[in-house]
């Protein structure tokens, strides 16, 4: 007698997958950088205001890029997922995605799309926590399967 193999709920839309622990990670550091090199350029005998300043912007600066790194998350709803990686930020209805892939070795989720391509979403990465980006995928997988092109 075969035994049934229970699947694990849906998660309830609105969901937002991103690494919590990579972003904490970056966030922790950006703001010690941050604090760190600007206390430098005050407690630096000898420097001009312009100097001084110029300290706290190269901390703002690394702070900002730690920052930009930790932004990326993928948010599912009702009418589709918005993928918001470095720099880009894109929406896709339902029945645009075809696949998740999470596969052995890659950085991050890649969506198959209906266009023939293929979509980063770094939101959901392995990096620090494999388990739960694995965990993450396998919900998009089966949000995309109950709402995408696949559903009845």
Do not use: C
Not at 123 to 128: E, F, K, L, V, W
């Amino acid at each position: 007698m075969p035994s049934a193999v229970s699947q694990p709920p849906l998660p309830a839309l609105p969901v937002t997958f991103r690494p919590n622990r990579t972003r904490a990670v970056l966030l922790t550091i950006g703001t010690a950088m941050f604090v760190v090199v600007s206390a430098i350029g005050f407690l630096l005998p000898g420097l001009g205001p312009g100097e001084r300043l110029t300290f706290v912007f190269t901390g703002a600066l690394f702070f900002g890029v730690l920052l930009l790194l930790s932004r990326p998350k993928v948010v599912a709803d009702a009418d589709g997922v918005t993928v918001v990686n470095l720099t880009t930020k894109r929406r896709l209805a339902w029945a645009e995605i075809l696949k998740v892939n999470l596969r052995p070795g890659d950085a991050w989720v890649f969506l198959d799309l209906s266009d023939g391509t293929s979509l980063p979403a770094l939101g959901i990465q392995p990096g620090i926590a494999k388990e739960k980006a694995i965990r993450d995928a396998r919900a998009l997988r089966d949000l995309v399967e109950a709402h995408g092109l696949h559903a009845d």
